[in-house]
């Protein structure tokens, strides 16, 4: 049976499509069934995946709104093991459409259990807000991943969403659970970056990912042209960083028997290739 988990952040810019899109991408290569459902209205994680929004038919919107089969909605993304279920701008809506409807905060569970035969993950991808999708989210998922950027507002906006996860945890979704908090956009030459990691490992300790996201041109590169960071680019440090994310949460969840010492990638052996590549684009 196949584990939901949410990623969400109700502040804007802190990499939550870029992990959603390039986390199931690397659970993919790593040979694991993964759904990623776009819930933004946004919807870049479908154009970051290679699917046009103007072309969906029908998606995220239709299964909340309207109930629709899941199933029938989603779509290839060209990656290895890795499906979409599809976002549209009708999305925006949804909130208001839903408020007066009877359980509406479980639209999202109803609409993904039946997938879970289907799939090894099913990730989320949330808007920045905390509105009804996003309830949504969490009330259908098991875990959810929490992106933070390294920056000084880092843990301005962690601890709403912790009391949101907490609420949902006390009337929504008792078993949901914290997945773990991702450090995106680390710059090793930043002193600030490295006091935000020192200052949230701190105060969350083991809920704290041991993979930190480092800042990466290719990152940035891969949306614009429809792929994920292990098409656009498998050898680039954002890459690496995303597959030891994927092995990461492998190992936390049991699915894999490596063993700690072998948790991550060899960074020594990935680097060289990465940061000449890098250095092509003006990226120390």
Not at 103 to 126: Q, T, V, Y
Not at 174 to 199: A, P
Not at 257 to 262: D, F, H, I, S
Request: aromatic residues 4%.
């Amino acid at each position: 049976m196949g584990k939901i988990i949410a990623i969400a952040n109700q502040k804007g810019g802190v990499g939550k499509t870029t992990t959603a899109i390039n986390l199931g991408a690397s659970l993919g290569a790593l040979e694991y069934r993964t759904l990623l459902v776009d819930a933004d209205p946004q919807a870049n994680s479908s154009s970051g995946v290679g699917v046009d929004p103007k072309s969906v038919q029908t998606g995220t919107y239709q299964c909340l709104v309207e109930g629709l089969d899941a199933k029938g909605s989603i779509v290839e993304t060209g990656n290895p093991n890795l499906w979409l279920l599809p976002s549209h701008i009708d999305l925006v809506g949804a909130e208001i459409e839903l408020i007066g409807e009877a359980e509406r905060e479980s639209r999202m569970r109803a609409a993904l259990e039946p997938l879970r035969d289907e799939f090894d993950f099913i990730l989320i991808d949330c808007s920045p807000s905390l509105g009804l999708i996003t309830l949504n989210a969490l009330t259908a998922a098991d875990s959810v991943i929490i992106p933070v950027q390294c920056e000084y507002f880092a843990l301005e906006g962690l601890g709403k969403l912790l009391n949101t996860v907490k609420i949902v945890q006390g009337g929504l979704n008792e078993n949901l659970g914290i997945e773990g908090i991702l450090l995106t956009m680390y710059d090793t030459r930043l002193r600030l970056s490295n006091q935000v990691v020192e200052e949230v490992r701190m105060h969350f300790r083991d809920m704290v990912f041991d993979t930190l996201i480092h800042r990466n041109t290719r990152l940035g590169e891969a949306p614009s042209h429809g792929e994920t960071i292990v098409m656009h680019d498998a050898s680039c440090k954002g890459a690496i960083n995303y597959l030891n994310l994927a092995r990461e949460i492998l190992q936390k969840n049991d699915l894999t028997k490596l063993p700690n010492a072998e948790k991550f990638i060899d960074a020594e052996a990935g680097m060289a290739a990465a940061e000449q590549g890098d250095a092509q684009v003006g990226l120390n």
